[in-house]
Nanobody, 125 residues
């Protein structure tokens, strides 16, 4: 069983920065590919960044150049550094693990996700 616990959300002004963290627990093989999804009110959850176990990241265009995903395998932790945030980034953010049968890419649908964190709210004003 995999557990994902996010922290670091909150309110931030446009142009500011925020760092999300996710502490993980569970079988290591289930956490080879990890990522961050987000959900706007009334919308389906969508991927924004993924990272392989060896640290290769991928981003969707809307966050590329502003957000940085990273992981510390020794600490079983995943991070999302959010810089130059915009009001359009206001959403609930989820730490996820991606099923091994799917590519490690943020453009995969929610069907690629096998475990979700509880989410952390980010509000940009």
């Amino acid at each position: 069983h995999v557990q994902l616990v996010e922290s670091g959300g909150g309110s931030v002004e446009t142009g500011g920065s925020l760092r999300l963290s996710c502490v993980t627990a569970g079988p290591r093989f289930t956490r080879d590919c990890m990522g961050w999804f987000r959900q706007f009110p009334g919308k389906e959850r969508e991927g924004i960044a993924t990272i392989t176990f060896d640290g290769s990241p991928e981003y969707v265009d809307s966050v590329s150049g502003r957000f940085t995903i990273s992981r510390d395998n020794a600490r079983d932790s995943l991070y999302l550094q959010m810089n130059n945030v915009k009001t359009d980034d206001t959403a609930m953010y989820f730490c996820v693990t991606i099923r091994g049968s799917y590519p490690c890419r943020p453009t995969e649908s929610i069907r690629a996700v096998n475990y979700w964190g509880q989410g952390t709210q980010v509000t940009v004003s």
